[in-house]
């Protein structure tokens, strides 16, 4: 899950060096918290929570429909 994240993230951003990705498990769930630049938190966010949006069915749809639900947390 992330490598997926990373594939997905580092292409949009302007500093792909200080993207970090931490993967643990809460409460049946896979959660990822997505810290990035201050500067590249807009591209990944986007236009009204779009591009987040976008992420979030990518990488809950790779995760398969009887597995575990992912929350991805962008962090600032």
Known sequence: MKKLIETIVKPLVDHPEHVRIGV???QGRL???????PEDMGK??????RVASAIRT?????EGAGRKRVRLDIMD
């Not at 959660?31 to 630049?37: A, I, P, Q, R």
């Not at 990944?44 to 929570?49: A, E, N, P």
């Not at 990518?58 to 790779?62: F, G, I, L």
Request: charged fraction near 20%; hydrophobic fraction near 40%.
């Open 24 to 26: 643990e498990e809460r």
């Open 31 to 37: 959660v990822c918290s997505l810290s990035l630049h």
């Open 44 to 49: 990944v966010i986007g236009k009204q929570g």
């Open 58 to 62: 990518v990488v809950n749809s790779a």
